[in-house]
């Protein structure tokens, strides 16, 4: 158990059957009246974010959510397969459960499946991923102009914008949180 006078940020709790974790938390001590903890929590398996006030001695189950590093290994329809590294087990996850980020995920790319009381409820791709540009307008000497972007394919089939200067088979760096190109691999 723990009271909500213990909250911090990053801690995960069960309340009215949901998981919660503290995005920001506040004690306050108003000159009259009880003190109470202002909290900002996100249900971890919906995202959804909310504000709520808490009597200090609220207790609450605490939830241990399980982030394990996996490779995802291959696609067979709208089921996406990921093996354990320690007993090569074969995991399916459904495709809605894989969030907007996995579309910068390639085949053999470890991620972090998240799971709750043994049902997963999500998969966090590497923060940053190293793709190789498919198809893209070529570039040409000169093409420096500082904000100017174009389209680009990437191996996974997604599209992001990119500079100028980016060519086809060129490895880039991106962002999975943002979808945002970063910087051109070197060799």
Do not use: W
């Not at 004690?27 to 202002?38: C, D, E, S, T």
């Not at 200067?165 to 943002?178: A, L, Q, V």
Request: proline share 5%; glycine share 8%; with cysteine.
């Amino acid at each position: 158990m723990i009271s909500a006078s213990d909250f911090r940020n990053g801690v995960t709790f069960e309340m009215d059957g949901k998981v919660m974790q503290v995005v920001e938390f506040q004690h306050v001590k108003p000159g009259k009246g009880a003190a109470f903890v202002r909290t900002k929590m996100k249900n971890i398996i919906t995202g959804g974010v909310t504000e709520t006030s808490f009597n200090p001695t609220a207790k609450f189950e605490q939830a241990f959510v399980e982030r394990k590093d996996m490779e995802y290994s291959y696609n067979d329809g709208d089921l996406y397969y990921f093996m354990d590294m320690e007993t090569f087990d074969m995991l399916p996850i459904s495709k809605d459960l894989l969030g907007d980020s996995f579309r910068f995920v390639k085949e053999n790319m470890s991620c972090k499946v998240m799971s709750y009381k043994g049902s997963v409820f999500g998969v966090e791709p590497p923060t940053f991923v190293e793709l190789e540009v498919t198809e893209t307008d070529p570039g040409f000497k000169g093409d420096t102009a500082t904000n100017v972007t174009k389209p680009a394919t990437l191996e996974t089939g997604t599209e992001i914008k990119v500079p100028l200067f980016i060519n086809p088979g060129d490895k880039i760096k991106i962002d999975t949180r943002t979808g945002e190109y970063l910087e051109r691999c070197k060799g």
